[in-house]
């Protein structure tokens, strides 16, 4: 069974903080790794990271994709109370058609204070 | 327009109710989907729209039937929904067909259903 694992559930850091947020998964036929965050509403596009793009940065925030290890890491230095949300990793899976599929891990909620 | 828009952003329903939901995107995007969050918990896959085919339904019950009339726009009707329904649920569009691509999503606001 598809396994997407995040880590820590929760966690609470003062602002200037640098945090990191763990991904770790059990799929077959991996494809892509995507990050997320989500404040009060909808999910928010992050990062994408595949087998030929296994680093990405933008601005504070920065992902690296260890497939050896099979686990993903989300950086954000200098955090800011606008930081606060829950960050979720999911996972794609399949080589396409019906086996194809997309399982979220269950996210980590980062609360950033003043 | 780089946007998924999503209406209502409310809606409380009777049980015996007959609802929609509309998801719209003008990104030229080829994979549409509906899902379902409850509170504290990740969204749950409901639909997978592709190329305006229903590619996905991830065994949700029939009380929840989506369409896609076209390929910019997702509806979710709904019909004699039960209490434990309400949550938020979410449109979202990919750039790629399903099974395409690398899963890339966009999420629309949601809408917020309580089911009285």
């Known amino acids: 069974e598809d396994k997407v694992v995040q880590s820590p559930l929760s966690l609470v850091v003062h602002e200037g903080d640098t945090v990191t947020l763990n991904c770790s998964y059990e799929?077959?036929?991996?494809?892509?790794l995507l990050w997320y965050k989500q404040e009060k509403k909808a999910p928010t596009f992050l990062f994408m990271l595949?087998?030929?793009?296994i680093e990405k940065k933008s601005g504070r925030l920065s992902s690296i994709l260890d497939k050896k290890e099979l686990s993903s890491i989300l950086n954000i230095t200098a955090t800011q109370t606008g930081d606060s949300a829950i960050y979720l990793c999911a996972l794609l899976k399949g080589s396409g058609g019906s086996n194809y599929k997309l399982t979220f891990g269950k996210g980590t909620l980062l609360t950033v204070n003043p | 327009d780089t946007e998924v828009t999503q209406t209502p952003k409310h809606l409380v329903m009777g049980m015996t109710n007959k609802k929609s939901l509309k998801c719209e995107q003008h990104m030229g995007h080829r994979a549409m989907y509906w899902y379902k969050q409850k509170a504290k918990k990740p969204p749950e896959l409901m639909f997978v729209y592709s190329y305006e085919k229903l590619s996905i339904n991830e065994s949700v019950p029939s009380r929840f039937s989506p369409e896609c009339p076209n390929s910019s726009l997702l509806n979710l009707h709904l019909h004699a929904l039960q209490p434990e329904d309400s949550a938020l649920y979410l449109c979202?569009?990919?750039?790629?067909?399903w099974g395409q691509g690398s899963g890339e999503q966009y999420f629309g606001p949601g809408t917020r259903l309580t089911v009285t």
């Open positions: 979202a569009s990919s750039p790629d067909g």
């Open positions: 799929v077959t036929n991996f494809r892509s």
């Open positions: 595949t087998s030929s793009g």
